[in-house]
């Protein structure tokens, strides 16, 4: 039974990978935080739900970007450094949200600016974290170490908007992102106390062309690839947050307390999923199992479609969250342990960038959807399609189904030589 539950050896094991794990969960606690609190003040000053929305669209931009160079900066110099000087970023610019609410008129291009900065330097930051891992890291604990940072992120997701609201009526909110700008430093300390990292192989050094080479490699790796391609199937159109305010209050009839329980309910599966998560560093064919796990998010999501019931609801929503978690846990230890050291910066940004642009598609698709056929038609449509996308995956890249994922994929300039069980 003691296999069945996350497997803590990475931070029993390891100094290094303790350290930063502490670390990094202290900060997502700050980040979501600062996530509840940007949507609070935008629509204390605007009154506009409409610019609540637009907070997703300015960072999108910077996003990408920042995931794509950020992945090339990883690759050409020491990722310790870049982690470091990411954090130091990250926490200037909570102070200036920090600033434009203690200087007493706060404004919105302040806060879009200081949220755009934010979105592009979390960007750069995520690339060298995850390639860090790999690098502090055993092989063998790679899934085991996937899994322990999901927990820091779905407790942050649980903890952080529960503590925001609290927060915000008592203290106010310029304190939360005075908080996140602490938060910071706990990952700064950490990172300070790591070896120096950075990739012993010849790399290419930071530029377009580096960049470039990072995507001519995911391009070639049909694995890889097709990994990247079903998740963007499975979120786009199967991610219904955007229509939860108006399941809760139409479908369910309930008020804000029950919006709050959907949008917490992925979260409290991930992070079940995540704790009881030891036998997956054991299961052979990691390409397989990510194709299980989106199949569970697809049914889960187009049953919640047909199903006018919270409580059932809510059960089918912690079974996605859960599913996705597990899915993301076998996505990066694929990622960190077949893509070459000395483009791992690189590889892990362009998943950073397709997760992103993910998330702002599926809740564009699912309020348009809503607008043609209701919540309902949102949710259980962008279920089926999603399913009907894995189908199309496994067709066009059956090889899924057959790579192990644990076995190194080399790269030259005209190919990609995948080296499998």
Known sequence: MAGFFADLSPIRENRDFRRLWIGQSISNIGNQLTVVAISYQTYLITRSTLMVGMIGLVQLGPSLLGSLFGGSIADAIDRRLVVIWAQVALAMTSAGLFLNIALGHPTMWALFICVAAAAGFQAINNPARGSIIAGIVPKEQLASASALSGITLQTGLILGPALAGLLIASVGLKSLYAIDAVGFTAVLVSAFALPKLHSDEISTPFGIRSVIEGLRYARSNRFLISLIVLDLSSMIFGMPKAVFPALALRIYHGGAEDVGLLYAAPGIGAL?????????????????????????????????????????????????????????????????TTVPNRLRGRLNGVFYGSAVSA???????????????????????????????????????????????????????????????
């Open 272 to 336: 079940v999923g995540s704790l009881f998560s030891g036998w997956v560093r054991h299961v052979k064919f990691r390409g397989r199992a990510v194709v299980v796990c989106m199949v569970a998010w697809g049914v889960s999501i187009t049953l919640l479609g047909f199903i006018p019931i919270l409580v059932v609801g809510l059960v089918l929503l912690a079974v996605a969250g859960g599913a996705d978690m597990i899915g993301t846990i076998f996505r990066s230890a694929i990622f960190q």
């Open 359 to 421: 998330n702002g598609l599926g809740a564009t698709e699912a309020g348009v959807a809503s607008t043609i056929g209701g919540a309902n038609f949102a949710i259980w449509s962008g279920g089926l399609l999603s399913l009907i996308g894995i189908v199309l995956v496994l067709w066009r890249y059956p090889e899924l189904l057959r790579s192990t994922g644990h076995d190194l994929m080399e790269f030259d300039e005209d190919d990609a030589v995948t080296r499998t069980d």
